[in-house]
């Protein structure tokens, strides 16, 4: 179903009205529905059936039709005037690939366990994110169940799926994805992703989804054929036109999105969704399509605690304004990409592309940590233009610090995870200023034992577009000087080789090992001082508590005064050299990574935390 908001200026009440998809009626029918403005007619095909069902064209573009004696498993189509077959594009089960029939599913079928689940409070969250196919040997919903103690005994409070959307073929990111609401056949039905969830909320873990609303992938997506009024030519993206948020008849393209959206939290009973480059959903409409989306998810769950996270270039610091009582009005929390970038140049030492906006930008790292955006409105010299709005007024939680994730590891020539990189000294007081920071920290898999598997792109295209892929991803990285000899471009990983995916799938039994098992033990005991130290003071940061002092290259002191006569203090020295600009040390210390020379200078790749009252 789809949901129309009566005032969204005052009473923010919500009527609902007939969505995309199919929908399996009290009385053994079945109703369906596609959206199909550009054609006069439209056919079902059922499997097993010796003839066709006229959909009846109705108004706004609608075709519709009720077909007795239908259910659960049941396979189908649409057949356009010219003959042409094509899924549901609101799919909920697609068991022969993105192009075969789409399966029915059943929303009730599953017996769920998590009644008195409401979800944790977002202050609480340690987010794990995961990418289903290469998280276990298994590569399922199903298989990552077995992980969850493991998870639960690290400290992790909170799970970060990649994309699960239905993908041509066996392997994928998940960011080239065709049908929002099927999950990809890779991974298991329907009830096997359920089962996950139920699992997770068991052990008391958060479980939230990364959603794609800004594009679809380029293999098996015919919207075009019937529908190419979800697309508009004028905006413009990096995947070419854009979809429609604002024009005319962009009233069912709202209602498709927001429907998955409210499918995932109300059928799945996810905790949450993660949007990715939000920055790309362009609406120059009245009403935002991400303002709409904010309210309907919130409005659908009134008694549970579900957060909306956001990837967003433009740093607009203005999407997450709490209210009274620090509840978002809209979204709860932005990946801060900043953060990463000040954090990783300092360590790397890299600056090619975007980061030499942040190597050796003292300023930025201050900022980062204490305000969130190292960007408020300044120019980025990489993009040419200002990026960013003023954050500083913001709580800490809402912004989500990595030094890694998908897109940090993944878009790397050889998908190389930051021990690669940095120096083991480094390393450690990184990790130490982003876990214990009071921003969200989040992990990448693996990366609690520093696990040595790549994360490269994968994908299973065929024929053209593999070829496409395959020269388009070695040209995205000529232009650095490491690549310029074409040999060595060739060296880069073959994105659709299936020896490429397998590369990435973490294996376990490193944990046995030595080296790895004291990375686990290390981030374990961070995790544990940031649940009893740091996570109850979050309650008492609502915006604006944050300030930094810059002590030399590299080096500041970021502190956060708490309500209650506390103040949260970190000297970090995040360079090769010692630095004795810091003051002495006083209050309780809760984390020292590295420490002081005989003198009292901080050595090298050094992070103190402590407490102290003012």
Same mark, same amino acid.
């Given at each position: 179903?789809?949901?129309?908001?009566?005032?969204?200026?005052?009473?923010?009440?919500?009527?609902?009205?007939?969505?995309?998809?199919?929908?399996?009626?009290?009385?053994?029918?079945?109703?369906?529905?596609?959206?199909?403005?550009?054609? !006069?007619?439209?056919?079902? *095909?059922?499997?097993?059936?010796?003839?066709?069902?006229?959909?009846?064209?109705?108004?706004?573009?609608?075709?519709?039709?009720?077909?007795?004696?239908?259910?659960?498993?049941?396979?189908?189509?649409?057949?356009?005037?010219?003959?042409?077959?094509?899924?549901?594009?609101?799919?909920?089960?697609?068991?022969?690939?993105?192009?075969?029939?789409?399966?029915?599913? +059943?929303?009730?079928?599953?017996?769920?366990?998590?009644?008195?689940?409401?979800?944790?409070?977002?202050?609480?969250?340690?987010?794990?994110?995961?990418?289903?196919?290469?998280?276990?040997?298994?590569?399922?919903?199903?298989?990552?169940?077995?992980?969850?103690?493991?998870?639960?005994?690290?400290?992790?409070?909170?799970?970060?799926?990649?994309?699960?959307?239905?993908?041509?073929?066996?392997?994928?990111?998940?960011?080239?994805?065709?049908?929002?609401?099927?999950?990809?056949?890779?991974?298991?039905? !329907?009830?096997?992703?359920?089962?996950?969830?139920?699992?997770?909320?068991?052990?008391?873990?958060?479980?939230?989804?990364?959603?794609?609303?800004?594009?679809?992938?380029?293999?098996?997506?015919?919207?075009?054929?019937?529908?190419?009024?979800?697309?508009?030519?004028?905006?413009?993206?990096?995947?070419?036109?854009?979809?429609?948020? +604002?024009?005319?008849?962009?009233?069912?393209?709202?209602?498709?999105?927001?429907?998955?959206?409210?499918?995932?939290?109300?059928?799945?009973?996810?905790?949450?969704?993660?949007?990715?480059?939000?920055?790309?959903?362009?609406?120059?409409?009245?009403?935002?399509?991400?303002?709409?989306?904010?309210?309907?998810?919130?409005?659908?769950?009134?008694?549970?605690?579900?957060?909306?996270?956001?990837?967003?270039?433009?740093?607009?610091?203005?999407?997450?304004?709490?209210?009274?009582?620090?509840?978002?009005?809209?979204?709860?929390?932005?990946?801060?990409?900043?953060?990463?970038?000040?954090?990783?140049?300092?360590?790397?030492?890299?600056?090619?592309?975007?980061?030499?906006?942040?190597?050796?930008?003292?300023?930025?790292?201050?900022?980062?940590?204490?305000?969130?955006?190292?960007?408020?409105? *300044?120019?980025?010299?990489?993009?040419?233009?200002?990026?960013?709005?003023?954050?500083?007024?913001?709580?800490? +939680?809402?912004?989500?610090?990595?030094?890694?994730?998908?897109?940090?590891?993944?878009?790397?020539?050889?998908?190389?995870?930051?021990?690669?990189?940095?120096?083991?000294?480094?390393?450690?007081?990184?990790?130490?200023?982003?876990?214990?920071?009071?921003?969200?920290?989040?992990?990448?898999?693996?990366?609690?034992?520093?696990?040595?598997?790549?994360?490269?792109?994968?994908?299973?295209?065929?024929?053209?577009?593999?070829?496409?892929?395959?020269?388009?991803?070695?040209?995205?990285?000529?232009?650095?000087?490491?690549?310029?000899?074409?040999?060595?471009?060739?060296?880069?990983?073959?994105?659709?080789?299936?020896?490429?995916?397998?590369?990435?799938?973490?294996?376990?039994?490193?944990?046995?090992?030595?080296?790895?098992?004291?990375?686990?033990?290390?981030?374990?005991?961070?995790?544990?001082?940031?649940?009893?130290?740091?996570?109850?003071?979050?309650?008492?940061?609502?915006?604006?508590?944050?300030?930094?002092?810059?002590?030399?290259?590299?080096?500041?002191?970021?502190?956060?005064?708490?309500?209650?006569?506390?103040?949260?203090?970190?000297?970090?020295?995040?360079?090769?050299?010692?630095?004795?600009?810091?003051?002495?040390?006083?209050?309780?210390?809760?984390?020292?990574?590295?420490?002081?020379?005989?003198?009292?200078?901080?050595?090298?790749?050094?992070?103190?935390?402590?407490?102290? +009252?003012?």
């Amino acid at each position: 179903m789809a949901w129309t908001m009566l005032n969204p200026d005052s009473s923010r009440r919500f009527e609902r009205r007939p969505g995309h998809g199919p929908r399996l009626l009290p009385d053994g029918s079945t109703s369906f529905r596609l959206w199909a403005p550009a054609q !006069p007619r439209i056919q079902l *095909e059922v499997a097993g059936h010796p003839f066709h069902y006229p959909l009846e064209p109705g108004s706004g573009g609608w075709h519709e039709a009720t077909v007795q004696d239908l259910g659960a498993g049941a396979r189908y189509c649409f057949v356009l005037p010219d003959g042409k077959r094509v899924p549901d594009p609101a799919s909920h089960y697609q068991p022969d690939d993105v192009c075969g029939m789409s399966e029915l599913i +059943d929303p009730l079928s599953y017996r769920w366990r998590d009644h008195r689940w409401v979800g944790q409070p977002w202050h609480t969250a340690v987010l794990y994110e995961l990418h289903v196919g290469t998280f276990t040997q298994q590569g399922t919903f199903r298989g990552a169940v077995e992980k969850l103690d493991h998870l639960v005994s690290l400290g992790v409070t909170a799970i970060e799926l990649m994309p699960v959307g239905a993908f041509p073929g066996c392997r994928n990111w998940g960011y080239d994805g065709v049908f929002p609401n099927a999950c990809a056949r890779a991974y298991g039905r !329907p009830d096997d992703l359920k089962y996950l969830v139920d699992e997770a909320h068991a052990r008391g873990l958060m479980i939230l989804l990364d959603v794609v609303y800004n594009h679809f992938g380029p293999e098996g997506n015919l919207l075009s054929l019937y529908a190419p009024q979800f697309f508009t030519e004028r905006h413009r993206t990096p995947w070419g036109a854009a979809i429609n948020f +604002d024009g005319a008849q962009s009233g069912p393209v709202r209602d498709f999105f927001i429907g998955n959206a409210l499918r995932w939290i109300e059928e799945f009973h996810f905790d949450g969704l993660r949007l990715d480059a939000a920055h790309e959903i362009i609406d120059d409409g009245p009403w935002h399509f991400l303002d709409e989306l904010g309210a309907r998810v919130r409005a659908s769950a009134p008694n549970r605690a579900v957060h909306l996270v956001l990837e967003n270039e433009e740093n607009e610091a203005g999407r997450l304004v709490r209210e009274a009582g620090r509840r978002p009005l809209s979204f709860t929390a932005q990946w801060n990409d900043d953060v990463h970038h000040v954090l990783h140049t300092a360590a790397t030492g890299e600056s090619c592309g975007y980061y030499a906006d942040y190597r050796g930008d003292t300023l930025k790292l201050g900022r980062a940590l204490a305000e969130g955006f190292a960007f408020q409105g *300044e120019v980025m010299h990489f993009r040419g233009s200002a990026r960013g709005e003023a954050s500083w007024y913001l709580p800490p +939680d809402a912004f989500v610090a990595f030094i890694q994730n998908h897109d940090q590891v993944g878009n790397r020539a050889y998908g190389e995870r930051w021990h690669h990189l940095a120096t083991h000294e480094a390393r450690r007081a990184v990790a130490a200023v982003y876990l214990l920071l009071p921003q969200i920290p989040m992990l990448f898999m693996g990366e609690e034992w520093n696990a040595p598997q790549p994360f490269p792109f994968f994908c299973d295209f065929d024929g053209e577009l593999a070829e496409a892929v395959r020269s388009g991803r070695r040209a995205e990285f000529g232009h650095l000087a490491e690549f310029s000899d074409p040999r060595r471009r060739d060296t880069i990983p073959d994105p659709v080789s299936e020896a490429t995916f397998k590369s990435a799938v973490l294996c376990w039994e490193d944990l046995d090992e030595p080296g790895h098992a004291q990375w686990l033990a290390w981030y374990r005991q961070v995790l544990a001082v940031r649940r009893a130290e740091i996570v109850p003071r979050l309650r008492l940061l609502t915006g604006g508590e944050g300030g930094y002092f810059i002590r030399g290259p590299q080096a500041v002191t970021v502190q956060w005064l708490c309500r209650g006569g506390t103040c949260l203090r970190l000297n970090a020295n995040l360079s090769d050299v010692p630095n004795a600009d810091f003051p002495a040390s006083r209050g309780r210390r809760l984390w020292l990574e590295g420490g002081r020379d005989a003198q009292g200078a901080l050595r090298p790749w050094t992070a103190e935390w402590l407490l102290v +009252d003012t």
